[in-house]
């Protein structure tokens, strides 16, 4: 476990909620700030504040500097090749739909696939879902093993040579499971198709190496990983960008503006048309530091405990179901589950007031929820700041809502 | 206390609608079909009525929720039945309003709806209640202008 100390960082969780000391369990969603990133913002507002790669004053220059200097913190966060392959964007959302919009439109024909699984949030299908109508291209889904895992056996299945483009999660937002993208990366590459990742919830909990994982494309958030909102990345091998045409045109994103032709600059500035999210990227690189003094790997031993000590605790309650992988071990920090006959909002408002903050819903992936066969499940994810007190708390909320609907 | 914030939610009209429904199920002569989701949370509800001579003659609901929702279909498909088109409207904006936290004229009697008042204290939950109001006030408005 990690140092109780990693809490007091935190500013917003010194409060009360409904009487409770707050207990926040909904990082999945988007996890609390540490006040060195809330710092950087303020400081780089307060300071530095000038546009990016313009002018030639002496504030544009330090916010030129701090911009460009999140970007080798992301590259090495990642260890890309280059900063060129390091495009900022206003989250992982937009980064898929800049995959599916400039890589996809170019690349996918009429009767090409495109492969997900049922498990995907919906910022992973509905991109996709777009572009293979758009195209007459086949969406196809690999299904889910009993336990919520992806079988390597159900994706040789169905990968083909006709499949253009694989976009998987790597971390499940319901779950928790972790997908082994290094080997599925391999057989989407041995039918020569790209693999995307959806990074969302792993770039926060785990070490992300995309050399390592050999992925074409990654896509994460800056507000799920202790960054400000509005601030994502992605993440693409510098041969594939070069080819892809931007899909914002406008300002800092161009070479020379003629009256009927422009050309672009090189990358990553090709793809990031406006004044960048400068103050968003600095947030993000001061998060960035924060995560690699505490260390990923043991942000990942940490959750892997957590949730491990979430799951045998709350095993131990009648009419509790817990969706997803029973192996801890085959899960991050996230446990998804229902009470009988209390719907999940009705627990979130009876945890709420008991000072206690989780996510019930269908979090954002329908097609799992159908599988799940449940319109709605609770979620509780932990992160660095997250304690075995907070987890007992949670059971105690949970017995307190049980007997409160019975 | 929290506890009693709790019990102005979950007043015990309200469970008793969730855990006993009323008007539960599918019309079978049903003149009117709405279906209606909250895509913030995953409610859903498929409300048949029965429409005659501008008069809503009977109501059924089935869906998915969580027990405000359900309890509040209860109770919206128990108090239009038998009422004219445009009292279910009215009722559907008295609700509306009781869900802002706007001060109700207390000559109409709400009957079981009155125990709702207590989610508008609730802001996350309002769309919970307003989702079967909003289904019937959509299907009766589309079923008279035809």
Same mark, same amino acid.
């Given at each position: 476990m990690l140092s109780k100390e990693i809490r007091k960082h935190f500013p917003i969780l010194d409060q009360e909620i409904n009487g409770h000391p707050l207990v926040y369990l909904d990082s999945a969603a988007t996890s609390q700030k540490p006040r060195q990133v809330i710092e950087a913002l303020n400081d780089y507002y307060s300071y530095d504040n000038a546009n990016v790669h313009? !002018?030639? %004053?002496t504030l544009g220059n330090r916010a030129t500097d701090h911009y460009e200097g999140a970007r080798e913190k992301v590259r090495k966060f990642i260890n890309a090749? *280059?900063?060129? $392959?390091v495009i900022f964007t206003r989250g992982a959302t937009t980064a898929l739909n800049m995959v599916a919009q400039s890589y996809g439109r170019a690349n996918v024909s009429e009767g090409d696939e495109i492969i997900i699984t049922h498990m995907e949030h919906h910022s992973n299908i509905i991109p996709w879902q777009q572009l293979a109508k758009e195209k007459g291209a086949v969406l196809k889904y690999i299904v889910l093993e009993e336990d919520g895992t992806l079988s390597l056996d159900k994706v040789r299945e169905a990968?083909?040579?006709? &499949?253009?483009i694989v976009s998987i999660m790597y971390? *499940?937002?319901?779950? !928790?499971t972790m997908n082994p993208i290094k080997e599925i990366t391999e057989i989407a590459h041995a039918h020569g198709a790209v693999m995307v990742v959806d990074g969302a919830q792993a770039a926060p909990h785990l070490k992300l190496d995309v050399q390592e994982l050999n992925c074409d494309f990654l896509a994460f958030s800056g507000h799920k990983m202790c960054g400000p909102t509005g601030i994502g990345v992605l993440y693409g091998k510098k041969e594939l960008l070069n080819e892809m045409e931007p899909v914002e045109f406008g300002g $800092?994103?161009?070479?020379f503006v003629g009256l009927h032709e422009s050309t672009w600059k090189e990358?990553?500035?090709?793809?990031? !048309?406006? &004044?960048?999210?400068i103050a968003g990227a600095i947030g993000l690189g001061a998060a960035i530091d924060f995560l690699e003094e505490i260390g990923l790997d043991q942000i990942e031993r940490h959750e892997h405990e957590l949730a491990g000590y979430a799951m045998e605790k709350m095993s131990?309650?009648?009419g509790l179901t817990i969706y997803g992988p %029973?192996?801890?071990?085959?899960?991050? !920090?996230i446990v998804t589950f229902n009470l009988d006959n209390v719907h999940p909002h009705d627990l979130a408002t009876v945890l709420d007031m008991n000072g206690i903050a989780v996510r019930a819903g269908h979090h954002c992936a329908q097609p799992l929820m159908k599988w799940l066969e449940c319109s709605a499940t609770a979620r509780a994810s932990f992160y660095v700041y997250n304690t075995e007190e907070d987890v007992d708390r949670l059971v105690e909320g949970l017995r307190i809502a049980k007997e409160y609907f019975q | 206390m929290p506890t009693n914030n709790l019990d102005q939610l979950y007043r015990s009209v309200i469970m008793d609608h969730y855990k006993?429904?009323?008007?539960?199920g599918v019309l079978e002569e049903n003149n009117v079909t709405i279906d209606m989701n909250n895509p913030t949370c995953g409610d859903v509800i498929h409300l048949t009525l029965k429409v005659e001579d501008g008069i809503v003659q009977d109501a059924k609901f089935e869906g998915e929720g969580c027990s405000i929702s359900m309890a509040s279909a209860s109770m919206m498909t128990q108090i239009i039945k038998n009422k004219d088109v445009d009292t279910a409207v009215q009722y559907a904006h008295i609700f509306s309003d009781m869900m802002l936290g706007k001060e109700i004229?207390?000559?109409?009697?709400l009957g079981d709806i009155? /125990?709702?008042?207590?989610? /508008?204290?609730f802001p996350a939950r309002i769309k919970c209640a307003t989702l079967a109001w909003k289904a019937m006030e959509k299907g009766v408005t589309e079923e008279s202008e035809q």
């Open positions: 313009r !002018g030639v %004053h090749k *280059s900063t060129q $392959e990968v083909t040579d006709r &499949t253009k971390v *499940s937002n319901v779950l !928790g $800092e994103m161009i070479d990358l990553p500035w090709k793809f990031e !048309g406006g &004044t960048p999210i131990t309650m009648d %029973h192996d801890p071990k085959k899960r991050a !920090g | 006993n429904p009323r008007n539960k004229d207390d000559s109409v009697d009155e /125990a709702l008042s207590g989610v /508008a204290k």
